[in-house]
Nanobody, 126 residues
Framework: QVQLVESGGGSVPAGGSLRLSCTIS????????MGWFRQAPGGEREGVAI???????RYADSVKGRFTISLDNAKNTLYLRMDNLKPEDTAMYYC????????????????????WGQGTQVTVVS
């Protein structure tokens, strides 16, 4: 059974930075679609940053230019670098992975992801 374990969340002032990490064990073959979702209190889960296939990326409009997703294949670890954080970024952040590649257009649909981490809380204080 594949397990995704996130770390790196915390409480930071507005304008601060965090880097989330997600270790995927065992690694999933065939470069599957993977990335990050988030869910704020009372809100729905929303896609934040996804790698649909190697060398393609999709970001939510609200985080473009501030967040960067990356993958270290050697370490089976997915990262989300978050800069210039805003109070509206406060949410539980989830690492997600599918069993196969996905299209850019479908990559923000939570239904396509088989594996979810337990979540890590990010709180941005104004």
């Amino acid at each position: 059974q594949v397990q995704l374990v996130e770390s790196g969340g915390g409480s930071v002032p507005a304008g601060g930075s965090l880097r989330l990490s997600c270790t995927i064990s065992p690694p999933i073959n065939n470069n599957p679609c993977m990335g990050w979702f988030r869910q704020a209190p009372g809100g729905e889960r929303e896609g934040v940053a996804i790698i649909p296939t190697l060398a393609t990326f999709r970001y939510a409009d609200s985080v473009k230019g501030r967040f960067t997703i990356s993958l270290d294949n050697a370490k089976n670890t997915l990262y989300l670098r978050m800069d210039n954080l805003k109070p509206e970024d406060t949410a539980m952040y989830y690492c997600v992975a599918a069993n196969r590649v996905c299209s850019v257009s479908s990559s923000f649909s939570p239904m396509i992801y088989t594996y979810w981490g337990q979540g890590t809380q990010v709180t941005v204080v104004s």
